[in-house]
């Protein structure tokens, strides 16, 4: 009886399993049929007048496997603006935001254009005031809550300010494009049906909780307005994010009505709830119906304010020319001659995305919530939220710091007035308060770098102080930041212990990177004690080192090492974390290369040059798998994470140039790709992508100092506009497989290293390298 029973029990088993694969190997059939759809090229009058624009690629990095999805998105925008406008979409298995920016590559039906998000990161927040168009007969029997339209990518097109796409069988073309605080949308209908917009005040991505919604409709104006409360990933954390908009429509509403929790009342104009969509209807006419809708963070009349300063007079048209303007001007920072064409729209769409975030906080009077929740004022600058900086301090804000320095400075002022409001720096602000995401003060890295590499109009003395503060003592309890979290045993033990906190390792190797910019920075300003005070404070990654196992390992306060250690074991997988909570998003192995900051000191302490280099070539980036955006990306080099993704640059450093250009170039032709899967993983703000600008200039940089490492350029001639100079970086003997060097020279003068300062291009120059197709 009971070998019968189990027989049974094994059938049921096996049939469970042949029908789930059976689901699953349909549903990823059906995804590919969506994804290889290629969407419509830009028109020729457009790569006529604006030739750089029309390189980039805003579908790369918005599909994949979800959770190795780069979460970028399609739509249109301005560089670092507070609209970003692009489409919501929803899966066959009825998941939303599968890619966090709402808008997966694999999804087959869209539900929506919404006016907020985050850019490449793993947090769920925007979608803000959803718009659908329809054309039902009866507009009364809409279901608000299930609307959606199939599409193909075949019916799409974006480039960057504008995206649209056309739903044949319902006869509707789409048209999206912004100004940095206004959306405008644009839908042509069949000119027999009365044209119907459905717009979902309270939406937020991935269904998120909203309250405190408010909608009210002037028909005599053609105005709409109101607010809602989001609570996604980041906005949850601070109270809710509180947002208002103000609209104008550009037709005579024939009816309109409101919904509220799910009942409708046609003509009811005004409501509360944290349910509310309202309905637009407009008779037949031929023509477009025009959406212009502008948003604040203080209130409806600053939206008012900015919807008539962006947007007011202008036709969409009209919009659309100036969005591709300003992103030509960004774009021609960086103007690169020969080069595959893969390669290019892979550098402009790098270079398109490193400026989407962060967002713009402040409204054309240039008020902003700041982190007291207070209404206040920027008078000399423009005021940034949203920075993911325990990622982009790495490669993202020294892109700033040498391409447009201006806006790095007004970043730089906007987390000293944070601190201010707040009381203390953050690591990942979003809106306006401390998310207290991800671990370390990265924000010292920032700051230091920038005044380092001649950046000033802020107050470094005020900065200096908060990062002394933070570095030497842990924030009380209670405190909205949380700063170092653990500061105080870090410091009285001199590495973070294990039976004493989580992300021991982690935490310990990201607060010495954090410490030695610190101390550079105490050198700058002339604080000598404190300089060597943080000097040594910066070595103590290094005591946990454990000479035995050869890695970074798990310590605890009596000193021992912590057992059970496994080096291959990713932290997603550890599974009751027994093994990794002491690393952050990766395995120890990953974290052995991470203190980039003191190349030298991490060589020495693996064994010297030429043990580092075999490791670090045989043990690590040889056992890589090229497959980009895996299920799983495996205990091994991982370019779609942070901790390890400048880990090629470390070769220099053993006295391998060779290996650095050969993976750098490896990364380059495996890791991007022009293609809606194109990324590794997160973006995270246009970290990733930064990567790519610095790597196929030649040269990258090592986060919280003033040096570049060299590795090889990726183009026959780049001219870097740097603010009001001009870096030339010349390939000699170029070809698109020669990737390493030979030579280089400085403005004519021969370098025998692997690094420049960035004093020597800082006024501009001539880089020069002589490439060879062997080493």
């Known amino acids: 009886m009971i070998l019968k029973i189990l027989k049974y029990f094994a059938l049921a088993i096996a049939a469970i399993l042949v029908v789930s694969g059976l689901l699953i190997g349909g549903f990823w059939l059906k995804y590919r049929s969506v994804a290889d759809k290629l969407p419509k090229s830009v028109p020729e009058s457009i790569a006529n007048a604006f030739p750089l624009t029309a390189k980039v690629n805003p579908f790369i990095g918005t599909g994949g496997i979800p959770w190795t999805c780069a979460y970028n998105f399609p739509g249109a ?78 019916d799409e097109i974006a480039y960057p300010g504008y995206y649209a796409v056309e739903f044949p069988r319902k006869g509707i073309k789409a048209e ?10 644009r839908y042509s209908f069949p000119h027999e049906k009365k044209a119907i917009l459905v717009l979902n005040v309270t939406n937020a991505l991935d ?45 005579p509403l024939e009816q309109y009505g409101i919904w509220k929790n799910g009942h409708f009342s046609m003509g009811e104009s005004t409501a509360t709830g944290d349910s509310l ?37 202008k036709n969409f048209e009209e919009v659309v020319k100036e969005a591709l303007e300003d992103w030509e001007k960004r774009l021609s920072l960086v103007q690169v001659t020969g080069g595959t064409d893969d390669r290019i729209t892979n550098l402009y769409t790098a270079l398109y995305r490193c400026y989407q975030m962060p967002t713009l906080f402040e409204d054309v009077n240039g ?26 301090f790495r490669s993202t804000h020294p892109l700033y710091t040498l391409l447009t320095p201006d806006d790095q400075r007004d970043m730089i002022l906007s987390l000293t007035m944070m601190a201010r409001q707040g009381g203390w720096f953050p690591r990942w602000p979003s809106g306006y308060g401390y998310t207290n995401s991800m671990l370390g003060s990265a924000t010292d890295i920032v700051i230091s770098e920038a005044y380092q590499k001649g950046i000033r109009g802020f107050d470094i003395n005020f900065a200096y102080e908060v990062m002394k503060k933070m570095a030497l003592a842990s924030t009380p309890k209670g405190a909205p930041a949380s700063g170092r979290e653990g500061c105080d045993d870090c410091l009285k033990y001199k590495y973070c212990p294990a039976d004493l906190m989580k992300e021991a390792v982690s935490r310990t190797i990201e607060f010495s990177w954090s410490d030695h910019a610190i101390s550079l920075l105490a050198t700058e300003l002339g604080y000598e004690e404190d300089a060597e005070l943080f000097r040594n404070h910066s070595k103590y990654y290094k005591n946990t080192w454990n000479p035995e196992t050869r890695y970074f390992h798990p310590r605890n306060a009596d000193g021992t090492f912590v057992e059970g250690f496994d080096p291959l074991l990713l932290t997603y997988l550890g599974g009751d974390d027994s093994f990794t909570n002491d690393y952050v998003e990766g395995s120890a192995l990953q974290w052995r290369y991470a203190p980039f900051f003191d190349a030298e000191g991490l060589v020495e302490l693996v064994g010297g040059k030429e043990i580092f280099a075999k490791e670090l070539n045989d043990g690590f980036f040889a056992k890589t798998d090229p497959t980009i955006g895996k299920w799983n990306p495996g205990p091994y080099y991982w370019h779609g994470n942070e901790p390890d993704f400048h880990a090629a640059y470390l070769f220099n450093a053993a006295g391998r140039p060779d290996l650095t250009q050969k993976w750098v170039r490896w990364i380059i ?37 003033t040096v570049y490492q060299l590795g090889a350029p990726l183009f026959e001639k780049a001219v870097v506009n ?38 020597e291009i800082k006024n501009g120059g001539v880089l020069r390298f002589e490439m060879s197709r062997e080493p």
């Open 77 to 154: 925008s301005v560089p670092l603006g507070t609209v970003r406008l692009s489409p919501e979409t929803i899966s066959l298995l009825g998941y939303k935001a599968l890619n966090t920016s709402g808008y997966f590559y694999g999804d087959e039906e869209i539900i929506g254009f919404s006016h907020t998000r985050l850019v490449g990161t793993g947090a769920t927040d925007g979608g803000h005031f959803l718009v659908m168009p329809l054309t039902e007969d009866r507009p009364e029997k809409i279901d608000p809550y299930d609307l959606s339209l199939k599409y193909s990518h075949e």
């Open 176 to 185: 999206l494009t912004a100004t940095k605080r206004v959306g405008l949308h």
């Open 207 to 251: 269904d998120r909780r909203s309250t405190e919604g408010f909608v009210d409709i002037d028909a005599e104006k053609g105005e709409i307005t109101g607010h809602v409360r989001t609570f996604g990933t980041f906005g949850s954390r601070i109270g809710g994010l509180k947002i208002y908009f103000a609209a104008k429509v550009s037709h």
């Open 277 to 313: 969509q309202a309905l637009l209807i407009f008779s037949p006419s031929g023509e477009p119906v025009e959406l212009k809708l502008a948003v604040s963070h203080v209130s409806i009349e600053n939206a008012r304010e900015n919807l008539g300063a962006e947007a007011s007079g």
């Open 367 to 392: 008020e902003y919530v700041g982190f007291d929740k207070k209404v206040h004022k920027a008078d000399s600058f423009i005021y940034y939220t949203d920075m993911s900086i325990w990622d982009t």
């Open 669 to 705: 032709d495996n890791k991007y790709k022009n293609t809606y899967y194109g990324l590794d993983g997160n973006d995270d703000a246009g970290t990733l992508s930064a990567w790519y600008v610095f790597s196929a200039l030649g040269f990258y940089p090592v986060a919280g100092t």
């Open 722 to 759: 740097m603010f009001d100079t001009t870096l030339t970086i010349i390939a000699e003997n170029y070809a698109p497989d020669h990737m390493y060097v030979k030579n280089i020279w400085l403005n004519d003068k021969p370098l025998d290293r692997s690094w420049i300062n960035h004093d």
